[in-house]
């Protein structure tokens, strides 16, 4: 639970841009808020050894934002868009709400993509992407990439 804490404060550090002990403190309270009505009810499996990997799933979020933010930016600068916007079914491997309710949270949160929708059997997101040159080469990115990592903390 006190890695949990850490990493959302961390995280909310990271996203408002602010370190100042006031901040710290209000990423640290909205925190433990979170963590008090989001339980991970049934979950006795999600302990410290499972912080490496949430780390690390919060790095990899980090960098995709960075590059993306950097894509997008170069999109707009550009005297002629290039981009080819789509919408792409993306087959899930995981199971679990949990884990699909963060991967589809992390797509929307990169910019530049969006996730809009779960088939009712639970098995694919869809995902709209501001630049899908090749549908396939983005399917495999978001389950290497994304999706993994999720897995990885969540199931």
């Known amino acids: 639970m006190l890695v949990a804490l ?24 909205v925190s433990a808020l979170l963590l008090a ?18 780390a690390g799933l ?5 960098k995709e934002i960075l590059l993306s933010n950097a894509a997008v930016a170069r999109s707009i600068l550009r005297p002629v868009s290039s981009l080819s916007p789509g919408i792409v079914a993306v087959p899930l491997d995981l199971t679990s709400d949990a884990g699909i309710t963060v991967l589809a949270n992390l797509i929307t949160l990169t ?18 992407a501001l630049d899908v040159g090749d549908p396939d080469t983005f399917r ?16």
Do not use: I, M, Q
């Open 37 to 54: 009505l989001v339980r991970f009810r049934g979950r006795r499996d999600l302990r410290l050894s499972k912080a490496p990997k949430a």
């Open 140 to 155: 495999r990115e978001v389950k290497e990439g994304f999706e993994r990592r999720v897995k990885e903390v969540f199931e």
């Open 6 to 29: 850490l990493l959302l404060t961390a995280a909310w550090v990271a996203l408002t841009g602010e370190v100042t002990p006031g901040n710290v403190l209000e990423g640290a309270l």
């Open 111 to 128: 910019p530049g993509t969006l996730s809009l929708d779960v088939s009712p059997d639970r098995r694919t997101l869809y995902v709209h």
């Open 58 to 62: 919060f790095l990899y979020f980090l």
